[in-house]
């Protein structure tokens, strides 16, 4: 039997992609073994956000290439689609598959490479677990047309497109019978998901309601949302007590500065989004804000910078991926070119990174001696302890048994510092084991 390895960099989207590809060569006949080991086809799914995750890209086909000059290598995703708009080879890939393509990788790779159309199929099965996760994260939208003046993604995902709401509610309920209690809704522009663009009549929250209205789901937790997409109706929905969404929003704020912003084409200012965040806090009981903030525009002035600071200082986030711009070929912000050195951007990343950790960390410490439920992953801490990930996006160590993987759970939280907290079970009765 063959071997298929995947890997994937990136966004949520991509993974819930890189399960989908992962699947069909399941039911076509291949074995599925991790990265790190030998196959005869290793898939790539690449990431074209900022310059470092497109050379990351390349990066991981080179590797695998050397590691096995045997197998082929197959590469999809954003780097592959911008390789393809650009009319340039990717080195050391066998197959670039186009992202309106990905999911019929399979398909392609068959057609490609004859001599493994004769590899005995699978029986077809609905689905398996997620492999390698213990939460399973849904795609539920893709395509953005907003344009942000710095970003590629409209020129690898242009077509936007919402599934099917009946698609999604069952392969949540799938994935949560198979042991899966958390899920994530996944999309590119999440919150604009609707009839308009293919869910077969309702709109994101209501696609939400339906979704916890499964008893099999315990919990589901929103990906990245764009602040103008966090409604009114969102929040009166996870206000409500014993709401199962997660009480946790990742709201990229990109500058504190609103002139950035609108150099940015980001439609809206430092105020809307100070006051949405505000209105989040005081509604939403024991919600984490987390969110993305890029250093370096060019356009940005020490000034500017300051200000994304005072922002970060105001609401202390429970976490902030902070990264660095770098120009992306075709976009608007590329007339500007790369005006911020990059001694500059390290600093202002340097000294972001250090205080969204200890907003992170200060966050994480209101909750020591509070019970919290927590999404138990399936690996171990180099301590040997699980890990776990609460509503409120709060990472957490404890001991427990190996089964609990995929469940919620409930964890009394012991300590907090350096980004991870440690805990203990707090339930009275272990959940049952599932039986295999």
């Not at 936007?160 to 042991?179: C, D, I, K, P, Q």
């Not at 704020?253 to 989004?273: I, N």
Request: proline content about 5%; charged content about 25%.
């Amino acid at each position: 039997m063959p071997k298929a390895a995947f890997t994937t960099l990136g966004c949520k989207v991509n993974q819930y992609e890189t399960q989908s590809i992962l699947e069909s060569f399941e039911r076509g006949g291949f074995d599925i073994v991790p990265i790190g080991e030998t196959a005869d086809v290793y898939v790539i799914n690449t990431c074209s956000v900022t310059g470092q995750a497109e050379s990351k890209s390349h990066q991981t086909v080179r590797s695998l290439a050397r590691r096995n000059p045997n197998a082929k290598i197959v590469v999809t995703g954003c780097a592959a689609q911008m390789a393809l708009n650009e009319r340039k080879s990717f080195e050391a890939a066998h197959l670039l598959v186009p992202n309106p393509e990905k999911l019929s990788t399979f398909e392609r790779f068959v057609q490609a490479f004859p001599e493994f159309s004769s590899v005995e199929r699978k029986a077809e099965t609905e689905f398996s677990r997620f492999f390698g996760r213990s939460r399973a994260t849904i795609k539920i939208q893709d395509g953005c047309s907003v344009m942000c003046s710095y970003c590629s993604i409209p020129f690898t995902r242009p077509v936007m497109t919402s599934r099917n709401f009946e698609h999604v509610v069952n392969e949540a309920r799938r994935y949560a019978r198979l042991g899966h209690q958390e899920i994530i809704l996944a999309g590119v522009l999440i919150g604009s998901y609707g009839p308009e663009t293919g869910s077969g009549g309702p709109d994101f929250e209501q696609l939400i309601e339906k979704l916890c209205e499964l008893p099999e789901v315990k919990r589901i937790r929103i990906s990245s949302i764009e602040m103008r997409q966090v409604s009114n109706r969102l929040i009166a929905m996870m206000s409500e007590k014993g709401s199962k969404i997660a009480p946790h929003l990742h709201i990229p704020l990109q500058s504190g500065s609103t002139k950035v912003l609108k150099d940015m084409h980001r439609p809206y200012a430092q105020d809307d989004f100070v006051r949405l965040c505000e209105t989040v806090y005081d509604r939403i009981h024991d919600v984490a804000i987390t969110t993305d903030i890029m250093v370096g525009f060019p356009t940005e002035t020490d000034e500017d910078f300051e200000q994304t600071v005072r922002v970060c200082e105001r609401i202390r986030f429970a976490k902030g991926h902070i990264f660095r711009f770098s120009l992306r070929p075709g976009t608007p912000a590329h007339k500007w070119g790369d005006a911020v050195s990059a001694k500059t951007k390290q600093e202002r990343s340097a000294r972001l990174i250090e205080i969204t950790n200890q907003t992170r960390d200060e966050f994480s410490r209101r909750f020591v001696g509070r019970k919290l439920t927590a999404a138990v992953e399936g690996k171990r801490s180099r301590d040997g302890l699980l890990t776990a990930i609460t509503g409120n996006y709060i990472h957490v160590e404890f001991p427990g048994p190996e089964y609990l993987a995929g469940k919620v759970v409930p964890i009394r939280i012991v300590s907090a510092q350096s980004g991870c907290a440690a805990g203990d079970l707090a339930a009275d009765r272990l959940p049952l084991r599932m039986i295999e």
